[in-house]
């Protein structure tokens, strides 16, 4: 396999070959990225296509001071949120001062990783949340950003991150439900 350096050096040459490589390597990682961003594969794949072109043409400004799979997967988050900015239109975000309230006194839990439930179905379930549940969710969650960085990001107040994400969390909660019940029965009937 070609290292990342000979790689990098030879798509800022314009190789396409080196390219083609490029994304056979990284492609199902970022593509489970863009995934996560997005309402449905085909989505994804646009985002993908778009970050890829993104990549290919900044190639030559990555300085080799930080990983290079981190450096694409910023510019694949980065495309998602732009193409989530191009949609935004479409979306209407609620701001609820007694949500705000709820969610000062909440305390802070993530997905409790012994829950009965494989990573398809929590995927499956993130993917089809509200677009601005699901890209607050993703920011706050998986990417680490803060709900300033988030509300800079996407346009929005930090209560209306705030309010996304206490959401976010509601709606998965309510949708792995389900599966905990079955889980929970199938370990009785056992």
């Given at each position: 396999m070609v290292s990342d350096q000979k790689i990098i050096e030879a798509c800022g040459k314009g190789s396409r070959k080196a390219?083609?490589?490029?994304?056979?390597?990284?492609?199902?990682?970022?593509?489970?990225?863009?995934?996560?961003?997005?309402?449905?594969?085909?989505?994804?794949?646009?985002?993908?296509?778009?970050?890829?072109?993104?990549?290919?043409?900044?190639?030559?400004?990555?300085r080799s001071e930080g990983s290079f799979e981190g450096w694409m997967k910023r510019i694949m988050i980065n495309t998602a949120i732009n193409h989530y900015h191009k949609n935004?239109?479409?979306?209407?975000?609620?701001?609820?001062s007694e949500i705000h309230e709820q969610l000062s006194n909440e305390k802070d839990r993530e997905i409790d990783p012994e829950l009965p439930v494989n990573k398809e179905i929590i995927l499956a379930i993130v993917q089809n949340m509200p677009e601005g549940y699901r890209f607050v969710?993703?920011?706050?969650?998986?990417?680490?950003?803060?709900?300033?960085?988030?509300?800079?990001?996407?346009?929005?107040?930090?209560?209306?991150s705030k309010t996304q994400l206490f959401k976010a969390r509601q709606y998965l909660r309510k949708k792995i439900q389900p599966y905990i019940?079955?889980?929970v029965q199938n370990n009785i009937n056992g």
């Open positions: 390219f083609r490589e490029l994304y056979r390597k990284y492609a199902p990682v970022l593509l489970g990225i863009c995934t996560r961003y997005s309402n449905d594969i085909n989505e994804a794949e646009d985002i993908l296509q778009e970050g890829f072109i993104k990549i290919y043409n900044k190639i030559g400004s990555f935004l239109k479409h979306q209407r975000y609620v701001e609820i969710f993703n920011m706050f969650v998986f990417e680490g950003y803060s709900h300033a960085e988030i509300a800079d990001k996407l346009g929005v107040s930090v209560n209306t019940k079955e889980s």
